[in-house]
């Protein structure tokens, strides 16, 4: 069965860095792109990039270029997303998702990983 | 303001049928880029309902079709059911500002 595991709920301090992360299974991890979407709370989703293991080739949605970085380590099967620096407004559920080219549809979707900045 | 626009709302009785526009542009649908739908149940991840504009994933019901015209996208639901109650997100690609993936705002469906 193909999974997306993603790293759990963290609280964290204005200022402060953060890594989540997207492990997946059951299927070739280098043969697929891995994306990941924001939903801010109470509103919809939103594109913030995408990378693929095989290469490190990774483009990213204008609004959020320069905020975010995205990485992979193929060795584990396991995508990231990380932040230098938090602000409030980072507060939201991060998905990650696979896809078969880097503008196709995903499918599946990991479980969301819930991140609360505050002070 | 999503680059796809879709009905903040929509809703019908059990056994109806509904639905859901996603307009875009020439810079995304109208180009030629395929639409594919999501469903995001209450507190769950989205789902994949459509890809490549009208194809269903094995496990979805017949019941959700997808179609494509110029620059709009729909998804119909036939015999509606209260589990198909949900939050519906239309996503293509836009070729504007260097190239982005694009959802739409979401429509909420409710079954009354």
């Known amino acids: 069965e193909v999974q997306l595991v993603q790293s759990g709920a963290e609280v964290k301090k204005p200022g402060e860095s953060l890594k989540i992360s997207c492990k997946g299974s059951?299927?070739?991890?280098?043969?697929?792109?891995i994306g990941w979407v924001r939903q801010m709370p109470g509103k919809g989703l939103e594109w913030m990039g995408i990378?693929?293991?095989?290469?490190?080739?990774?483009r990213y949605s204008p609004s959020f270029q320069g905020q975010v970085t995205i990485s992979a380590d193929k060795s584990i099967s396991t995508a990231y997303l990380q932040w230098s620096s938090l602000k409030a407004s980072d507060t939201a559920m991060y998905y990650c998702?696979?896809?078969?080219?880097?503008?196709?549809?995903?499918?599946?979707w990991g479980q969301g990983t819930l991140v609360t900045v505050s002070s | 303001q999503s680059v796809l626009t879709q009905p903040p709302s929509v809703s019908g009785a059990p056994g109806q049928r509904v639905t859901i526009s996603c307009t875009g542009s020439?810079?995304?649908?109208?180009?030629?880029?395929?639409v594919h739908w999501y469903q995001q149940l209450p507190g769950t991840a989205p789902k994949l309902l459509i890809y490549?504009?009208?194809n269903r994933p094995s496990g979805v019901p017949d019941r959700f079709s997808g179609s494509k015209s110029g620059t709009s996208a729909s998804l119909a639901i036939t015999g509606l059911q209260a589990e198909d109650e949900a939050d519906y997100y239309c996503?293509?690609?836009?070729?504007?500002?260097?190239?982005?993936?694009?959802f739409g705002g979401g429509t909420k469906l409710t079954v009354l």
């Open positions: 998702a696979r896809s078969v080219g880097w503008i196709n549809w995903f499918d599946p």
């Open positions: 059951g299927y070739s991890f280098t043969s697929y792109w």
């Open positions: 990378i693929y293991p095989g290469d490190s080739d990774t």
């Open positions: 020439s810079s995304n649908i109208g180009a030629g880029y395929d």
């Open positions: 490549g504009n009208s």
């Open positions: 996503q293509s690609y836009d070729s504007s500002l260097s190239g982005s993936l694009v």
